[in-house]
């Protein structure tokens, strides 16, 4: 059973950066891909971004790409999006979620995950 708890959300104003993070604990890190989702009110969860096991391969939506980076630390167990940029449209709450599944085209659908966390809110004024 994996733990995984968000932080870092917060109010920020257009243009600027934000940057959330993501701790595991209960598991082994280091086998899972992890993800970020997010979900704005009356909206249906939306991919974010996704980082393999080892850090080498990434997923990121046409949505944010070019602004948000997905990382991660296993020796640490965290794993972390960077928030450039941001957009009014970006304001939502954002979650991790860990999976266990083979790196495929797959990987971008939250049904894959296994475990997620309780989310934080992210805010982006105009």
């Known amino acids: 059973q994996v733990q995984l708890v968000e932080s870092g959300g917060g109010l920020v104003q257009a243009g600027g950066s934000l940057r959330l993070s993501c701790a595991a604990s209960?598991?082994?890190?280091?086998?899972?891909?992890m993800g970020w989702f997010r979900q704005a009110p009356g909206k249906e969860r939306e991919f974010v971004a996704a980082?393999?096991?080892?850090?080498?391969?990434?997923f990121t939506s046409d949505s944010v790409k070019g602004r948000f980076t997905i990382s991660r630390d296993n020796a640490k167990n965290t794993v972390a999006l960077q928030m450039n940029s941001v957009r009014p449209e970006d304001t939502a709450d954002y979650f991790c979620?860990?999976?266990?599944?083979?790196?495929?085209?797959?990987?971008?659908?939250?049904?894959?995950?296994?475990?997620w966390g309780q989310g934080t809110q992210v805010t982006v004024s105009s």
């Open positions: 979620a860990a999976n266990s599944r083979a790196w495929s085209a797959g990987t971008r659908n939250g049904n894959e995950y296994h475990y």
């Open positions: 209960g598991g082994t890190f280091s086998r899972y891909i």
């Open positions: 980082i393999s096991r080892g850090g080498s391969m990434t």
